[in-house]
């Protein structure tokens, strides 16, 4: 075959003729026939603010925004659907999680925990490397907070909803008193959980894993000596639990398991459920119990029969 | 302007040790960043973000594209024994490749960005890297239609095409038609990002250095190339296959069943385009490794090809739905791309820089010595990256697909990040004694009568 610049310039033509067909013309024709998903809505302009910023920061490049059928973390209730991007442009699909993918991120936590969030990850997650985004102003946060609160479109609404009814609750029930706010807190509590004492024995080890699981997941809120005033108190309300108004307050094991696992829907309490699997949960709940409530029902005699592992106490 | 023989890619090749300069700084900062989140204190232009945008960019267009167009000018004229048919056409494409890549760089890092990976520029810097790209295409169409050879060689086929399709990948990828976004709507605009994001690497970057290797190979191991028929096969099947994979980045969306076939089984194919070229520049050497250790350019290329073959091994494996379920989304595809861009087409075009420069100055490189120690760097340093970034990728799969949150991946890869920051220096130090070496060659003193017969000796001219 004799090459010329002719047939150079003609033969790359004839083979990007197919190509763009297939990989731009064709994709754009079916989109064009594509209808929204069950849960797509259109953005608000402040939400369209908020994803712009999204876009010129490079969010994406952490950040991404679809949930695959083998996912386990925030979102993994929805896998996502082509009808779900009818109006991303440009599209946010991103290609890294250094950080959880944020296709329905929207009312996963309430707007003050996003402030806190984005003036410094590390507030109220230790071991974030997200960097922090005050330099951007509080009028861009705010409207980030917005785009953010809106990734899931009407899952989403749903779920903001159901924080802002909570958050009121939650502030109501602060406002009365710690009496009152421990008995609310306590009162949603399900039955059973309540009388639930932790069911294995206090150890050093123990201790010492609970202690190593508050850094990575608790301290930024509740404080090093868990008094609530970590570094995002400020930012936060209702604000950060003082565990020590939980004293003589009919605090449980259970209580403490329950509140972790599920968080406190309305305030910044996350839930851990996803992150911490139930050794680290009752660890840590014991380690808040032993050292900052100053009273734990740790292996308590109810506690049924020993798990194996359990050190072998003296037979009197 | 100053117009004298080969001068634009003389100072392509000066661009580019700029700009790997300030690439290889851009990477150390996010590597930092990454280690160190609060270390730059909320400084706007150096948040991390802002900066990955920067440093893949830099990378791509500034540091390899710049040294990769450098060498292409010179080889097509140089295979097709025609001066190139307007330096001055060619300076003015420098300067507007040059001023397009800044004005994009600053964009970015003042918050202003299209979004899309290596499409991030704006459409200044966009409409500035097309026109750049259609004037050194048409200035080496003119060249090869006015070529004093009559046979044209395979690396000017590869350097032609590779121009041409880079514009329309360009054009298309980058949506120029909607300056204000440079995107289309849904997932379509995923599939045109992608389709673009791959090409510029599939289309741009490979074509041209395996134009720089088809040149240097048999020069330096002064051999006929192997076979014309290979170079053909290689040559077309690149073309055919390599335009349709893109899709394999997103082959875990809700994307048209079609494109998903069409990427996996392209990426398996692209086996072929990848051995034809290889097999045959190994046949050419074979027997005459010793050749490619005595000349810098030849060692850096040879160093290439084989960083090569393992990206275009593992490339087609982590196309494969089931390895993507462990491997995607995470620093294994870092590692995979520091592999591609960095590994094969930067450290094969560093080799046609240091090859060619010397004669295009008519004097030896500044410093053998110094080009040698930046080889070492670059190559423990790229694969140090890639072993530990593979490290990292696998731990953070892994802990994915069995029920770990990303949150409690990040303290698993922290080690990796100060392992993947550490080795980064590496790379610094290299880029700025490579900028050293290059000014110091391009400017250095006239060339006495004795040094000029040393450099005959040190560049082959005299046997």
Redo the contacts between chains.
């Keep these: 075959?004799k090459?010329?610049?002719l047939v150079?310039?003609l033969?790359?033509?004839i083979?990007?003729s197919p190509?763009?067909l297939?990989?731009?013309l064709?994709?754009?024709a079916?989109?064009q026939t594509?209808r929204p998903s069950d849960i797509f809505r259109a953005r608000t302009p402040l939400e369209e603010k908020g994803r712009e910023i999204y876009?010129?920061?490079?969010?994406?490049?952490?950040h991404?925004q679809?949930i695959?059928d083998?996912?386990?973390?925030?979102g993994a209730q929805r896998i996502?659907?082509?009808g779900d991007?009818?109006?991303?442009?440009?599209?946010?699909?991103?290609?890294?999680?250094?950080?959880?993918?944020l296709s329905q991120e929207g009312g996963e936590h309430p707007d003050d925990w996003h402030l806190a969030h984005f003036v410094?990850?590390?507030f109220v997650?230790p071991?974030?490397?997200?960097?922090?985004?005050?330099?951007?102003g509080q009028e861009n946060i705010l409207a980030l907070i917005a785009y953010k609160q809106s990734l899931g479109f009407k899952q989403a609404d749903g779920r903001v909803e159901r924080q802002k009814y909570w958050k009121s609750e939650a502030i109501k029930a602060f406002e009365a008193g710690p009496d009152k706010n421990v008995e609310w807190l306590h009162g949603h509590v399900p039955e059973p959980w309540t009388k639930l004492p932790n069911p294995y024995r206090t150890s050093v080890p123990g201790l010492d894993r609970g202690h190593r699981v508050y850094q990575?997941f608790c301290i930024g809120c509740h404080g090093p000596i868990g008094d609530g005033m970590g570094p995002a108190q400020p930012f936060l309300y209702p604000p950060p639990l003082n565990f020590t108004i939980l004293q003589n307050r009919g605090i449980t094991g259970g209580i403490l398991y329950y509140q972790i696992m599920n968080g406190i829907t309305g305030t910044a309490m996350p839930y851990f459920k996803?992150?911490l699997e139930s050794e680290k949960i009752w660890d840590v709940g014991n380690y808040i119990a032993v050292t900052f409530i100053g009273e734990t029902d740790a292996g308590q005699p109810t506690r049924g029969i020993d798990v194996s592992y359990e050190p072998v106490e003296d037979k009197k | 302007m100053k117009v004298e023989e080969n001068g634009t890619a003389k100072l392509f090749f000066l661009s580019s040790a700029f700009w790997f300069v300030l690439g290889t700084l851009e990477g150390i900062a996010d590597a930092t960043?990454?280690?160190v989140?609060?270390l730059?204190?909320?400084?706007?232009w150096l948040?991390?973000?802002?900066i990955?945008?920067m440093h893949t960019t830099t990378m791509i267009f500034g540091f390899v594209g710049s040294a990769l167009l450098g060498a292409s000018i010179y080889i097509i004229a140089a295979v097709l024994r025609t001066p190139l048919w307007s330096e001055r056409l060619g300076k003015v494409s420098l300067w507007i490749w040059n001023i397009s890549i800044a004005v994009g760089l600053i964009a970015l890092d003042l918050?202003?960005?299209?979004?899309?990976?290596y499409a991030?520029w704006i459409w200044p810097a966009d409409i500035g890297i097309l026109l750049a790209f259609a004037l050194i295409f048409y200035n080496c169409?003119q060249t090869?239609?006015k070529r004093n050879e009559k046979i044209?060689y395979v690396s000017s086929?590869y350097i032609?095409?590779g121009l041409?399709?880079t514009w329309?990948i360009y054009f298309?990828g980058n949506a120029v038609w909607n300056p204000e976004?440079?995107?289309?709507?849904?997932?379509?605009?995923?599939?045109?990002?992608w389709?673009y994001g791959h090409g510029i690497v599939g289309l741009f970057l490979t074509p041209l250095a395996v134009a720089v290797a088809y040149y240097i190979v048999p020069r330096v191991a002064r051999s006929p190339l192997y076979s014309h028929k290979l170079s053909?096969v290689g040559f077309?099947s690149i073309?055919?296959i390599y335009?349709?994979i893109?899709?394999h980045?997103?082959l875990?969306?809700?994307?048209?069943t079609y494109?998903k076939v069409?990427a996996i089984s392209g990426s398996i194919a692209m086996i072929i385009p990848v051995m034809t070229v290889l097999v045959n520049l190994w046949l050419t050497m074979r027997g005459r490794l010793g050749l490619f250790h005595q000349d810098i350019g030849g060692k850096f290329v040879m160093a290439g090809l084989v960083w090569y073959i393992i990206t275009c091994i593992q490339g087609p494996i982590q196309a494969l739905p089931v390895v993507q379920?462990m491997t995607h989304?995470?620093n294994w595809?870092?590692a995979h791309s520091h592999l591609g861009v960095f590994g094969f087409s930067g450290t094969i075009a560093l080799g046609g820089l240091y090859y060619i420069l010397p004669r295009i100055t008519g004097r030896p490189l500044y410093s053998t010595r110094l080009a040698d120690v930046q080889y070492w760097l670059l190559l423990l340093g790229m694969a140090g990256f890639f072993g530990v970034l593979t490290a990292g990728g696998l731990v953070?799969g892994n802990s994915?697909?069995n029920?770990?949150?990303?949150?409690?991946t990040?303290?698993m890869i922290h080690v990796y990040?100060v392992l993947r920051a550490s080795i980064g220096v590496l790379f610094v130090g290299a880029a700025f004694i490579g900028l050293y070496n290059i000014i110091r060659s391009i400017v250095g003193e006239p060339a006495t009568e004795s040094q000029e017969f040393e450099t005959e000796q040190a560049i082959g001219l005299t046997q």
Aim: glycine share 8%.
């Design positions: 075959m090459m010329t610049p150079l310039v033969g790359g033509i083979i990007i190509v763009l297939m990989n731009v064709r994709p754009w079916i989109w594509e876009v010129n920061n490079g969010c994406t490049y952490c991404t679809y695959r083998f996912d386990w973390d925030i996502s659907k082509s991007y009818i109006a991303e442009s440009p599209h946010l699909l991103g290609t890294e999680r250094t950080g959880p993918d410094n990850p590390r997650r071991d974030s490397v997200m960097p922090s985004w005050e330099f951007l990575s996803k992150d | 960043d990454m280690v989140p609060d730059f204190g909320g400084i706007s948040v991390f973000s802002r990955r945008p918050g202003y960005s299209q979004g899309r990976e991030e169409f090869a239609v044209m086929w032609l095409a041409v399709f329309i298309f976004k440079g995107a289309i709507y849904g997932l379509p605009d995923g599939i045109l990002a389709f053909l077309w073309l055919i335009t349709h893109g899709s980045h997103i875990q969306t809700p994307i048209p494109l069409i379920r989304l995470n595809v870092i953070q994915w697909l029920g770990e949150t990303v949150y409690r990040l303290p990040f």
